[in-house]
């Protein structure tokens, strides 16, 4: 069984790395891993595809940052945390929550991502 | 396609039931709906068995209220959204955060629970 504490660092370094590390975002994932993000959405199966999905999201915006609420629930090797996205784009700036649901291998590594959000919840926030 | 905004009142009602209306909250659930909380655990399959699991886990405090969130996010049929329980047992009160992940029927009720929760969160708070 993985530790809860460990899935935590790697909520967090997901988090902190989404804006600008892709080498060390998609680190975080097992071999094989799948994202669906957001759900409903095609699946993304292995890091080739995670790392094009990134390419794809960093596109729709000149700056993403992912934000942790206080909202983390770990259970065993799944664990779900809402966060809020703010997406800047020219001098826009647009929000909305997140909750993402994972699944982690023992070293905590993600081995599968649901991405509950919809576009409908992009609110313009203060810049 | 259920409405979003359904999805949002079915989760607000939830919470709101959850302390003291059994009939009520179950009348939130499809039948044949299953509920597996926390996520791990043995699933509970149709009202009946929901209805033996909302008697087992009041059993194990005096009081129970859920307070909602900001963190509501639907997508189509499927939702999650977060919000901090608190369980009242005698003089003591304890809260620790949950994030639930939902779907629903067309009629926004709820055919499938899963809630990530675990008793290592459960902190003492201010009665």
Not at 17 to 36: H, I, K, N, P, Q
Not at 114 to 126: I, M, Q
């Amino acid at each position: 069984m993985v530790d809860a504490d460990a899935i935590r660092v790697t909520i967090g370094t997901y988090c902190e790395r989404y804006t600008d590390d892709r080498d060390g975002w998609l680190a975080l994932f097992a071999d094989g891993a799948t994202v669906e993000d957001p759900v409903g959405s095609d699946l993304h199966v292995g890091k080739d595809a995670i790392g094009a999905f990134w390419d794809m999201s960093h596109g729709l915006a000149d700056r993403v940052t992912l934000t942790p609420s206080g909202y983390v629930t770990v259970v065993g090797n799944e664990a779900a945390f809402a966060m809020d996205a703010r997406m800047e784009m020219g001098d826009s700036v647009s929000g909305m929550a997140i909750i993402d649901v994972m699944t982690f291998d023992d070293d905590a590594r993600i081995t599968g991502q649901r991405a509950f959000w919809s576009f409908d919840d992009l609110k313009p926030v203060e810049p």
